[in-house]
């Protein structure tokens, strides 16, 4: 691997009066390094590639989220006969009540089969009933809640339906047709449940 050097500036402010003003440092290209890491084929065959692995016990990167919803690192979309799904993508999606709504966060392997983590979305009906007040009932069947939960939905990848239109009303585009808006947050804080404005997404 090739060894490069520069020249650069030393601050001598507090050091001993034979410090020079200039030195030479070494360094060498990350990338390469990498490169040279990726080609050892012991250490490659070693290596993890793909989609995160769901783990009741998180014990390598690629077990949680952060690996699984990362583009950089998981499967970022899949191809199905219903057409290409991305996360990110709202959804409709059906269960043995019916069809739901949701929002695909990452695609994981479950026991060696691809499967979809799915954010769900509430309607109007299925939102605590102390939350539904006059102004939430305006409009509530063009309306969703985005519900935070420390446990994400799986599904199998054939439970998605199609694509979902949303408006998320923290965003300065609308769009010029949509189906549904979203612009509350539903979480549970202490086991009760809590309402929040969607610009406090994270």
């Given at each position: 691997?090739?060894?490069?050097?520069?020249?650069?500036l030393?601050?001598?402010?507090?050091?001993?009066?034979?410090?020079?003003?200039?030195?030479?440092?070494?360094?060498?290209?990350?990338?390469?390094?990498?490169?040279?890491?990726?080609?050892?084929p012991?250490?490659?065959?070693?290596?993890?590639?793909?989609?995160?692995?769901?783990?009741?016990?998180?014990?390598?990167?690629?077990?949680?989220?952060?690996?699984?919803?990362?583009?950089?690192?998981?499967?970022?979309?899949?191809?199905?006969?219903k057409?290409?799904?991305?996360?990110?993508?709202?959804?409709?999606?059906?269960?043995?009540?019916?069809?739901?709504?949701?929002?695909i966060?990452?695609?994981?392997?479950?026991?060696?089969?691809?499967?979809?983590?799915i954010?769900?979305?509430?309607?109007?009906?299925?939102?605590?009933?102390?939350?539904?007040?006059?102004?939430?009932?305006?409009?509530?069947?063009?309306k969703?809640?985005?519900l935070?939960?420390?446990?994400?939905?799986?599904?199998?990848?054939?439970?998605?339906?199609?694509q979902?239109?949303?408006?998320?009303e923290?965003?300065?585009?609308?769009?010029?047709?949509?189906?549904?808006?979203?612009?509350?947050?539903?979480?549970k804080?202490?086991?009760?449940?809590?309402?929040?404005?969607?610009?406090?997404?994270?």
């Amino acid at each position: 691997m090739e060894i490069r050097s520069h020249m650069v500036l030393v601050n001598i402010y507090k050091t001993p009066s034979t410090t020079k003003k200039i030195t030479r440092a070494y360094y060498f290209s990350l990338i390469e390094h990498l490169k040279r890491i990726l080609k050892n084929p012991t250490i490659s065959s070693k290596l993890y590639f793909g989609p995160g692995i769901f783990s009741e016990t998180n014990e390598e990167f690629w077990h949680g989220n952060i690996w699984a919803e990362s583009p950089l690192f998981g499967q970022s979309k899949i191809h199905t006969l219903k057409g290409e799904f991305t996360c990110g993508d709202f959804v409709y999606y059906s269960t043995l009540n019916g069809i739901k709504y949701g929002r695909i966060r990452s695609f994981i392997m479950v026991k060696n089969i691809l499967k979809v983590q799915i954010q769900r979305l509430l309607t109007f009906d299925k939102i605590p009933s102390y939350f539904k007040s006059r102004e939430q009932s305006r409009n509530a069947n063009k309306k969703l809640w985005l519900l935070e939960e420390s446990t994400l939905l799986i599904i199998d990848i054939s439970n998605l339906i199609n694509q979902c239109t949303i408006w998320l009303e923290d965003t300065n585009i609308l769009p010029l047709q949509y189906e549904f808006s979203i612009a509350e947050i539903i979480y549970k804080f202490n086991n009760r449940w809590k309402i929040c404005d969607i610009n406090l997404r994270h």
